[in-house]
């Protein structure tokens, strides 16, 4: 059975910083994996899709990299902002075509 | 466009009783999904619509739950009887590819908060 974890659970940082979450997952045999952003009270919002073929995909100030070998994932966020806070989700599929989900990790950044 | 639209936004009922949420997907869009998402078990895909035909609904969690499609404008999720710990946020999402959840950008509506008391 896919299981992801994602760490840290939460990241608190000041405006501006680099970050980096990351993403793991426990079976490898993977065709793509998604990253999500979730608002509070709101639905989420699909940010990157790398496919397994890839080892890494850029949208603006997000860079997602894909480990498959090692069960890893990373989402970069470059110079963030107070706009970015948000809960980031990863997703691979489980069985079949069927998304499992981590828990996320819960970022806020102050000004 | 106005996006996945959800109704109602927030629901409470009392265990027992019969609930039924609504979900309107972007014009279009060929893919439906309904999620579930709790503190416990985070976010989980319910079932998955593909021109209005169901297409896995192994994630549906028991009889009490079923969903329905009638047409590529609307959906349903009903529960019935209703129990505590169907609790939970529930999502409806749509997207342009028949590739399944995993391999497309799928739209998100804003979720019904559902509490069972």
């Known amino acids: ?111 | 466009d106005a996006g996945v639209i959800q109704s109602p936004r927030h629901e409470v009922t009392e265990m027992g009783q019969e609930v039924t949420l609504r979900c309107k997907p972007i014009s279009g869009h060929n893919s439906l999904f309904w999620y579930r998402q709790t503190m416990m078990r985070g976010l989980e895909l319910l079932i998955y619509f593909n021109n209005n035909v169901p297409i896995d609904d192994s994630g549906m969690p028991e009889d009490r739950f079923s969903a329905k499609m009638p047409n590529a404008s609307f959906s349903t999720l009903k529960i019935q009887p209703s129990e505590p710990r169907d609790s939970a946020v529930y999502f409806c999402a749509s997207s342009l590819s028949s590739g399944g959840p995993m391999n497309t950008e799928a739209f998100f509506g804003q979720g019904t908060r559902l509490t069972v008391v």
């Open chain 1, 1 to 111: 059975k896919q299981e992801v974890t994602q760490i840290p659970a939460a990241l608190s940082v000041p405006e501006g910083e680099n970050l980096v979450l990351n993403c793991s997952f426990t079976d490898s045999a993977i065709y793509n994996l998604q990253w999500f952003r979730q608002d509070p009270g709101k639905g989420l919002t699909s940010l990157l899709l790398i496919q397994s073929s890839q080892r890494e995909q850029t949208s603006g100030r997000l860079n997602a990299s894909l480990d498959k070998s090692s069960g890893r994932s990373t989402l970069y966020i470059a110079a963030s902002q107070p706009g970015d806070s948000a809960t980031y989700l990863c997703a691979v599929p489980g069985g079949s075509y069927i998304p499992t989900f981590g828990r996320g990790t819960s970022l806020i950044v102050h000004p």
